[in-house]
Structures are given as C-alpha cells and as structure tokens.
C-alpha cells in the first residue's frame, strides 16, 4: 500500500536576505490519522528543512504559541487536523494583521502592550486587612465573567478582525474581553482607572461586530459578545445617572 | 500611543447610542412600511392610507404620526450616517475617520432631521381627525 | 534588486488587502450587512418626498404606482428584512438581563426582540390599512 502523503505550503521570509515573503512547498509523509499541521511543521523541521521557524510549546491547545493561518482562517495549528484537508495542499501562514519577523513567526509587542494598557489585575481602592481573610465570591459571581477569563492570549481573533487589520491602534478583542473580565470580577473595583482605555476613540467604538474574532477562537470566550457589552455598559454608565458607577 | 492620551471618547458614546436606538427602531419598523407603503399598496393588493390625497393628508396631519415619523426618521439617518462612516472606514479610507467625516455624516443626519421637521410642520396642517 | 543585504533585520510590515471582504463568505455578508443603510436611507428618502407631495393640494398629489417604484421596493425589502435579522439576532448579544438574580439567556432575549417586531409590525401595518378605508 503506497504511503499516503501530502503537501505543506509554508511562508518563508528571511530578513536577512528576502525583500518579501514567500511560500515554499514541502512534500511528507501523512502516517497517522491524528496528525495535526504542528506535526507537520515539526517533520518539516527535524527531517527536511531545519531552517523553518515558528512558535509552539504546549501542542494541546492551551498555551496559544501555535497560531497561524492554516488556508486563510487563522488556527491553532495543534488543533487543524490534515484529515480534514488531505489530499488538498495546505497553506501555511504567519498570522494576518501582524508584521513578519521571520518565516511563520509574528511580531507580538502591540498585541502584549494592549493587553497590559488595560490592567489586567485585581485593582482595589481599599485593600481587605489581613485579619479578614480571603475575599469571598460566590460561582454565581464566577459565573459572571468565567468565559471571559478562558482566553489563552492566541491572538486568533486579532488576526481575524479587519479593523485590527485596517487600523493598528484599535484596542482589539482579547484585550477588551480581558479588561471585561477583571471589570466584571466582584473583588474588582478598578472599572474607572480602565475606561480611559477601553472607551478612548480606538478602543470599543472602533468595533463594528463583525464577530469573525468570536467565530475563530479557540476557547470560546466571545470576544465580540465582551465588546459588544462593553459599549453598552459604558453608554448606561454616562446616560443613567444612578448607572453603575462604582 | 502614550497613556495620557487616553480618555473616554463621549462623542464616541452618544454616535454609537444613537446608532444601535435607530438600529432597534428601523429594524421593527421599517419592514411593514416598505412592503405595505413600497409593495402591497402600489400593487393595490390592500388600501393604503397614502392611495388617497385626503386619506393621507389625514393621517399625517395627526400630531401622533408626526411625532413617530419625526422620531423614526432622526433616529435612522444617525443609525444610517454611523454605519455608513464605518463603512466607508472598512473600504480602507481613512478619511472617514476624522473629524471632519465626522461633522459631514451627523451632520447630514442633523440636516435630513431639520428636513423632516419643517416638511412634518408645513405639510397636511396638525388636525385630530 | 539590490544584491547588498540590509543593515539589520527587518520585519515585513501588515497590508491589508484592498478586496478582504470578499474573501471569506463571512467577510462579504458583513459587508452586506453594513451597505443595507444605503438602500434603507433611498427608501426613507422617498417617504419624505410623499409626505411633502401632500402638501402640493389634491389635484398636484398623485401616489406612484409605476413598475419601477415596486420593484425599487422589492430590492429594499430584501435589505431591509437582512438588516432586521441580522441586528434583532446580535441584539440578543449584547443584552445583559438578570431577572430575580438569575441571567436571562439569550435565546429568550431574541425571541422577546423578534416578538416586538411582529408586534410592531401588526400596530403599523393596522395604522396604514384601517385608514385607507
């Protein structure tokens, strides 16, 4: 029975010497059912091309280095089954909407320094004694931002909004849902010290719901459902004036 | 993009209450008018008030009819200026987000409710028939 | 092309594509859904203009009734009816409801919105026939 095989098309760029990216075609083995592209791309690395470079740790879908576009969509490439693909090529990417630093790796920095603009840390006003123990929280109060805090920083839904594409200033989905999660967090009380950022011109406003940032996370953590709540939340927050203000 | 810059945006937050009100009023109301009013109507399938020039002149002149068209119309053309500007934005032009892409579009939203109004105020006089 | 190497590395900058829209399915029906303003807004536009006509006396009032016009609404009817859906479907998103402490899913929320609609539907679409009679 002749091995099943199949095509791996992956970005090149080498900074050093390439003035734009482009794809490199690689033929391998497909001998197990369960393979994934990361397993592709790590045949690729360790048995016919050493020079390919990408991210990856965990390879079970839970640390998000993985991220790449697999035929347009972006995926977690530990989760993107060559099954589903075989016998059609499949086109490897660095993510969409970031600059290329070398092959299949992205520059991340924006996406980090968002994520820290919005304070993502239990803020107090008034920090509990020692003496009064922990604070108390019911799975009711969980439950209120539990999706929120599933993220785990794949940058998959940056990748899939146009207007992050469009607009690199724009806050984004992760970074919103996060700061959603800490605002919505009943040991939380630090929503003022975050609303300069969320609700300055380039973060929520900017969103026009596309929902394609929900559609493509891993995790299901509803991003464009954080955004969208967001805007609602700060809008009451101005227009009633018992809203909720802390 | 330094923090002092960052501050909440109000002109952000009342183009995008008035955009998702109008959004919620257009989506419940325009549907019927334009099958009844556009389709039904014209096809003579149902009587429709604007048929008729007394009919009509009837129903607008009711204060009630003039306030819920007034409302309707002010509150879609901000939802449509919104959502126009936006996509505009998504076409790639940038220039839809400054501010003066900003006065032209709410301020036609402004300009069309003005319309409205003095055309509600002149046409068909206010009477309680 | 020049043969020399640059100086230091450097990253190759994002460009959005010109046509990203169409090139998912999901991409293209959002910017379906965004356009319908303009047909919504020609319509609204056009009521305006009848409601003026009124005010032109009996003999100068006339209601259109060409080929035209009905088709013209027949394009807008299909806007329309995309946007009514698409943005009473994410209103159910958006809302957070909590009745007696407990969250309200948004399934009901969408179907409460939904609701509204065939009730103002009924309301309106009763205004513009009983007084035609």
Request: aromatic content about 12%; some cysteine.
């Amino acid at each position: 029975m002749p091995d099943k095989r199949i095509e791996i098309k992956a970005t090149r760029y080498d900074p050093a010497t390439d003035e734009k990216p482009h794809l490199q075609s690689y033929d391998i083995p497909f001998y197990d059912e369960s393979m994934v592209v990361l397993d592709a791309l790590n045949h690729i690395k360790s048995h016919v091309d050493g020079s390919l470079s990408y991210r990856w740790s965990c390879r079970m879908g839970i640390c998000g280095s993985c991220g790449m576009m697999v035929n347009g969509t972006p995926k977690l490439t530990c989760n993107a089954f060559l099954r589903d693909y075989w016998p059609r090529a499949i086109i490897v990417e660095p993510l969409n909407n970031f600059p290329i630093i070398r092959d299949l790796v992205i520059d991340m920095e924006d996406f980090m320094r968002k994520l820290k603009s919005i304070k993502p840390w239990i803020i107090r006003k008034q920090e509990l004694p020692l003496g009064a123990g922990e604070h108390y929280q019911t799975n009711e109060q969980i439950d209120d931002f539990r999706q929120f805090s599933e993220c785990i920083n794949c940058m998959l839904c940056y990748a899939a909004c146009p207007v992050y594409g469009l607009n690199n200033e724009f806050l984004g989905p992760a970074a919103t849902a996060l700061a959603r999660r800490y605002n919505l967090d009943s040991r939380d009380q630090g929503l003022k010290e975050r609303l300069p950022v969320i609700a300055d011109p380039e973060g929520v406003w900017e969103c026009s719901f596309v929902g394609e940032c929900s559609v493509v996370c891993p995790k299901g953590v509803d991003p464009a459902k954080a955004i969208q709540q967001t805007k609602l939340d700060t809008t009451m927050r101005f227009v009633l004036p018992y809203g909720n203000r802390d | 993009m330094s923090e002092a810059r960052r501050r909440p945006a109000l002109s952000h937050l009342v183009f995008w209450f008035l955009f998702s009100q109008g959004g919620v009023i257009t989506a419940l109301l325009l549907p019927v008018h334009v099958l009844i009013q556009g389709i039904l109507g014209p096809l003579g399938i149902v009587p429709v008030v604007d048929r008729h020039y007394d009919t009509w002149v009837n129903v607008i002149g009711n204060p009630l009819v003039k306030l819920y068209l007034l409302v309707l119309i002010m509150f879609a053309f901000f939802h449509f200026a919104h959502r126009l500007r936006y996509f505009l934005m998504d076409l790639g032009v940038h220039a839809a987000k400054t501010l003066p892409a900003q006065a032209i579009f709410y301020g036609g939203a402004v300009a069309v409710t003005l319309v409205a109004v003095w055309i509600l105020l002149t046409t068909a006089p206010l009477s309680f028939g | 092309m020049t043969t020399e190497a640059p100086a230091a590395p450097r990253e190759f900058a994002w460009r959005m594509p010109g046509n990203w829209w169409t090139r998912t399915r999901h991409y293209f029906l959002y910017m379906l859904r965004e356009f319908t303003a303009v047909p919504m807004a020609l319509w609204l536009i056009w009521l305006l203009y009848e409601i003026k006509r009124a005010g032109s006396g009996p003999h100068g009032y006339y209601p259109r009734s060409s080929t035209a016009f009905v088709v013209f609404s027949v394009i807008v009817l299909g806007f329309v009816l995309y946007h009514s859906y698409t943005f009473l479907k994410l209103a159910g998103v958006i809302i957070r409801v909590k009745l007696f402490d407990r969250p309200v899913p948004s399934q009901v929320i969408v179907v409460t919105m939904f609701g509204s609609w065939a009730l103002a539907s009924a309301v309106v679409g009763f205004v513009l026939i009983w007084f035609a009679r």
